[in-house]
């Protein structure tokens, strides 16, 4: 009867690495089906024409003078108009340079 229960405990381990091996396979590809849909997503982001505009968004803050604000001269900040406190020569200082 030894050999039946060795039978028996080979099956269940059998059956239990099957079922092991199961969720693995079964998992992995799903694992690797979601990280190719956000390469995907990924790529869409940064090439398609919303990437475009999120970058020249980007690029509008990066110059953000407008026509009413102005370059401090000495402290080098974008700031409004209503805060220049001294205009010469083309160049401007703001309140907090000028104290
Ligand atoms: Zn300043």
């Known amino acids: 009867m030894a050999t039946d229960y060795d039978e028996l405990r ?3 381990k059998e059956n ?3 079922s092991l091996q199961a969720l693995q396979s079964a998992s992995a590809p799903t694992a690797k089906s979601v990280v190719l849909e956000l ?4 790529g869409l982001d940064s090439d398609g024409p919303g990437g475009e505009i999120v970058a020249e968004e980007l690029i509008v803050h ?3 003078q407008a026509s009413d604000e102005f370059t401090c001269y000495s402290c080098f900040l974008v700031r409004h108009r209503s805060q220049i406190a001294r205009e010469k020569d083309g160049v401007a200082y703001c309140v907090e340079c000028e104290g």
């Open 10 to 12: 080979t099956d269940v």
């Open 16 to 18: 239990q690495e099957q």
């Open 39 to 42: 390469d995907e997503a990924d």
């Open 62 to 64: 990066v110059i953000p």
